[in-house]
């Protein structure tokens, strides 16, 4: 069993930056694909970054292109999401999930969620 733990939330300015971490821990994870996600009250959850685990390769939701950043270091076991030029609507929890298959936005085909971590950007 692959359990994901995620750090680095809290609340910023709009305009500032904060950086999120996913740290696996359990199961070793070969391949597959490291995701994050956001949800806000009242709204569905959105696929906001994707990494690929063997390659590095990068996939990203249309509303944070260029602003936020997918990476990770293997040797740690994580994934990072820094996430620059906040503005408010990108308040919401963000959690990070694993997908052995297919880098997808389709949530319901990723599992062994994190907790969350909460963002707050204030006007």
């Known amino acids: 069993q692959v359990q994901l733990a995620e750090s680095g939330g809290g609340s910023v300015q709009a305009g500032g930056s904060l950086r999120l971490s996913c740290v696996r821990s359990g199961d070793t994870v070969s391949g597959g694909y490291m995701g994050w996600f956001r949800q806000a009250p009242g709204k569905e959850r959105e696929g906001v970054a994707v990494?690929?685990?063997?390659?590095?390769?990068?996939w990203y939701g249309d509303s944070v292109k260029g602003r936020f950043t997918i990476s990770q270091d293997n040797a740690k076991n994580a994934v990072y999401l820094q996430m620059n030029s906040l503005k408010p609507e990108d308040t919401a929890m963000y959690s990070c999930?694993?997908?052995?298959?297919?880098?997808?936005?389709?949530?319901?085909?990723?599992?062994?969620w994190g907790q969350g971590a909460q963002v707050t950007v204030s006007a």
């Open positions: 999930a694993l997908n052995k298959f297919s880098p997808n936005w389709s949530s319901s085909q990723w599992g062994n």
């Open positions: 990494i690929g685990l063997q390659f590095g390769s990068t």
